[in-house]
């Protein structure tokens, strides 16, 4: 989940990512702990190489809450949205 929310906040544009937070929480978790954060120009994260079945689910998840913001919700979709909606 920490690795879903770092993605979300990834899309303002002009932020850089601090992993070191989602870093401790997995050093002092049990297992591999894997999160991928991916801005304009780079992709940085833990376990980089590690397929998440889950992260489909948590994507869609995000995009609903992301919809269901009072800020964006009646806002109609842009080019650069459409974009980030394709495969």
């Known amino acids: 989940m920490v690795a879903a929310v ?3 906040v990834a ?7 601090a992993t070191g937070a989602a870093d401790r929480y ?3 978790r049990r297992g591999t702990i894997a999160y991928a954060v991916r801005t304009e120009g780079r992709l940085r994260g833990r ?3 590690v397929r998440v ?14 919809l269901r913001d009072e800020r964006v919700r ?3 979709l842009g080019r650069a949205d459409r ?3 394709g495969p």
Not at 11 to 17: D, E, R, S, T, Y
Not at 53 to 66: D, E, G, I, R, T
């Open 6 to 8: 770092l993605a979300a």
């Open 26 to 28: 997995a050093d002092g």
């Open 74 to 76: 009646d806002r109609p």
């Open 11 to 17: 899309l303002a544009a002009g932020w850089a990512p």
């Open 53 to 66: 079945a889950l992260a489909s689910v948590v994507k869609a998840l995000l995009l609903v809450a992301y």
């Open 83 to 85: 974009r980030l909606l």
């Open 47 to 49: 376990h980089l190489d």
